[in-house]
């Protein structure tokens, strides 16, 4: 399947609109979807999106392009947030970067490959991620996030996790401007990756506890660990 060109006019082109697909329970309904081998470009908001309680997806194989540096809507590759659960793999998704995101202190939204806001429990394993403001952001409880590649991380970080008991393990992070992968709550597990130039290689929010950085390695790091305050990925779902 191919699916391209979900935009609403120019004059609109700054709305938070425009999913290629959308996939959505209401009403106690479900829906339990494949979203398989589908080429997926020139959308205005999101490429793939999942969202609400009863909404179960299974993203795979799937090439998701974004439109590159634009200041139209902050774009997602694949988005899973609002109680809806499932899996990302697979997949991959390039080209969202958000360009009035110059700098972590000047930066209202963000461009992010793949997006896990508000539902716990989903993995992300095996995609290709790179050329966004973010590669992987975690914004929940209870994801799994391994065996990633992710390279070409602007502004913030290769992965990020913003929530409890996440674990990211043996991704290969590579080239992130702020942190290869960025912690903050508590009780994450960030294990067995590699991660090849970052200011950071991780940056944990002070005052997150619990965690375990363990079996990582390190190569033209800056910083290793870092302990400061904590400034997520300026995450800018789709609903």
Known sequence: MAVRNVKLSTTLNGCQSGSAILIQ?????????????????????????????????????????GVGPTTGAAQ?????????????????????????????????????DILVFESDGVSVEQNVAGISQTGIAI??????????????TLIFDGVALTGNDNAATDNSITHSDRAGVSIDGNNNNV?????????????????????????????????????????GSKASPYR
């Open 191 to 231: 294990r067995r990756n590699r991660i090849n130039e970052a200011a950071f290689g991780v940056l944990k929010a002070a005052g997150s506890t619990g965690n375990i950085i363990f079996f990582n390695n390190f190569s033209n790091a800056t910083v290793i660990v870092q302990d400061p305050a904590g400034q």
């Open 25 to 65: 329970s209401g009403g106690g309904k479900t829906s339990v979807v494949g979203v398989k081998s589908s080429s997926i470009h020139d959308y205005q908001k999101n490429g793939i999106t999942a969202n609400e309680v009863g909404t179960q997806v299974q993203i795979e194989d799937n090439v998701v392009t």
């Open 139 to 152: 914004a929940a409880n209870h994801a799994t996030v391994t065996q990633n590649q992710v390279f070409d």
């Open 76 to 112: 997602n590759g694949i988005q899973i947030g609002f109680g809806a659960g499932g899996s990302i793999t697979k997949n991959t998704v390039a080209n969202h970067i958000w360009s009035p995101c110059v700098s972590v202190d000047i930066c209202e939204a963000s461009g992010i």
